[in-house]
């Protein structure tokens, strides 16, 4: 009777590390579901702007304004119709990027650069750049 008690309880403590595993798999299970979707929301979102924006490339709205007036109220309009794609687009990858993997390790994610942040820094050198040079080339 005892070595059956022995070998029960054994038996109990070698499958206990497989029984305490099976909460945290679900858990891990939901927490990939999250990241997944969050990560295919803001792929959607990224092609989303990027597909708006080459169709209107397509379409030249201002081609049917006539008097110079009316071409620049257009051309205001397009541009900023572009900056909003630009910075839909910019912001998805930047949250794509910041995202962290749920299986990740806190000395992994310490030791992982952010690269959300240097896609941040990147950007603000890229606007400086573009609009020096856009200033550059038109004499303002």
Not at 73 to 96: P, V
Request: overall charge positive; hydrophobic content about 35%.
């Amino acid at each position: 009777m005892t070595r059956t008690l022995f070998r029960s309880l054994v038996g109990c403590l070698l499958l206990a590390p497989a029984f305490a595993q099976s909460k945290p798999l679900h858990s891990q299970d939901a927490k990939q579901k999250a990241y997944e979707a969050t990560l295919e929301s803001l792929q959607s979102r990224g092609t989303a702007a990027l597909d708006a924006e080459q169709l209107r490339e397509k379409s030249d709205e201002c081609a049917t304004a006539g008097s110079n007036a009316d071409r620049d109220q257009c051309a205001a309009r397009d541009l900023l119709k572009t900056a909003n794609n630009y910075k839909e687009y910019a912001r998805a990858i930047n949250n794509i990027l910041r995202l962290k993997e749920p299986d990740a390790s806190a000395v992994e994610l310490s030791l992982t650069p952010n690269k959300g942040r240097e896609f941040q820094t990147a950007e603000r050198y890229w606007l400086v750049y573009r609009d020096t040079q856009c200033k550059a080339s038109s004499g303002i």
